[in-house]
């Protein structure tokens, strides 16, 4: 195989000084996740200097590390040393931007950027060789690290972008260049640091600036700030296409809801086509038109990517589904305990609803906080309370400070339990659990909801232990 990076390439790339020969297969900042062959980045965090596992990434094969200074015993030909490692780290990535042909896209928006990036890596995979970010590598860090990681002879890259605040899109997607951006959507998410929706938008709107001359904007028309969005992809100077229900270049014509797939008709571009996609659930089949004119502006086939989208599964954390052995039957689980918004907790206890539980089965619903809304939150998830019952729950089970204002909205017919945190919580909910239940579990990140996931998986092992 090509080397990814060879001493010369890296040194030339980030202007630094590398005194012995190597090659490196690929990039890592983590020697938790480190292969053989990588180059080890050294990033100086707040709490962490990585300048200290240097030896470590050494000992367990890595080719080189590049760092800002020599750490003590390193041999001196398996460093590349540069002024600061993450300026470094940048640099390796507008090197390989600058070295590959490939077309490129850039995915933001408050819901949605994960799932439409795995989707478009999966489709356009089967046309050709095809690099896209890691699990959620959409940050200061991430971006460049999955530049950097990407081989000349890419074909597709997909990259996601996030951001918390004003201003951090725009550094990024510099980096990346695309040939297309979508915004898949623009919700209430991170209201703690904006001082409204509409600066949510024109954050994400960001993502236009960065687009190569005569790029596409990919929007979502459906969206109430579509129209802030598309005038500043005009003043980016991009050309805009819209999708959804209300769309003009893709227009959603039907869609039938499944339990574990949606059957979609859409026009793409004056294209009729008639698909399946994998995952189920209505704000998927909505993004999957986005994510096919990604596909036509990348030159990439169209028919042939909606074809593939019916292998596309939903990923952990992010609307996953398993079915979960216990005694006397199984439960299917809904993981989607990644991150919760308003839009996508309501997203989330639809498919809940169009889901059938077993004989004897209930559907519940375990929510942990939101977090991030600023000082609407409390109304935000009170309000919740229609979204579940027009999900038909039989029963929920809420965590969190903020969850106890939709707990107190809620039935008291359907209430299951509360608490404070998701520690004390997931035994709770994991002991309540039987034979035909359909169980969502959402939440924000830092309402650890995952460990609600872990539990209930527990009860396989359980079962499987006698």
Known sequence: MRPLWTSREAAEATGGRAAGHWEAHGVSIDTRTLQRDDLFVALVGENRDAHAFVAEALDKGASAALVSRAPEGIDPAKLLIVADTQAGLEALGRA??????????????????TSTKEALRFVLGQQGATHASEASYNNLWGVPLTLARMPAETKF???????????????????????????????????EHFPHVEAIADAKAEIFEGLKPGGVAVVNADNPHAARLAAAATRAGARVWTFGEKGGEAQLVSV?????????????LGQPLSFTYGAPGRHFAQNALGLLLVVKALGADVAAAAGALRGVRAVKGRGARDTIAIAGG?????????????????AALALLGVSRPGPGGRRIAVLGD??????EGAAMHAGL?????????DLVFACGPSMSHLWAALPVSIR?????SSADFAPLVAADIRPGDVV???????????LVVDALKARALEAAAG
């Open 440 to 450: 969502m579990v959402k939440g924000s990140l830092g309402s650890r909801m995952a």
């Open 370 to 375: 939101m977090l991030e809304l600023g000082p």
């Open 416 to 420: 299951g339990a509360y608490a404070q």
């Open 330 to 346: 199984s439960f299917d689980l809904l993981d989607e305990s990644y991150n919760a918004n308003p839009a996508s907790v309501a």
């Open 256 to 268: 039938a809801l499944g339990e574990a797939s949606s059957e979609i008709e859409a026009d793409i």
């Open 157 to 191: 890259g997909i990259f996601e972008i996030g951001m918390n605040h004003a201003g951090e899109i725009r550094p990024l997607v510099a980096q990346v260049q695309p040939d297309v951006a979508i915004v898949t959507t623009v919700e209430p998410v991170h209201l």
């Open 385 to 393: 309370a229609p979204a579940v019952l027009a999900a038909s729950c």
């Open 96 to 113: 390989a931007r600058a070295r590959t042909g490939a077309k490129i896209a850039a995915v933001t928006g408050s819901v949605g950027k």
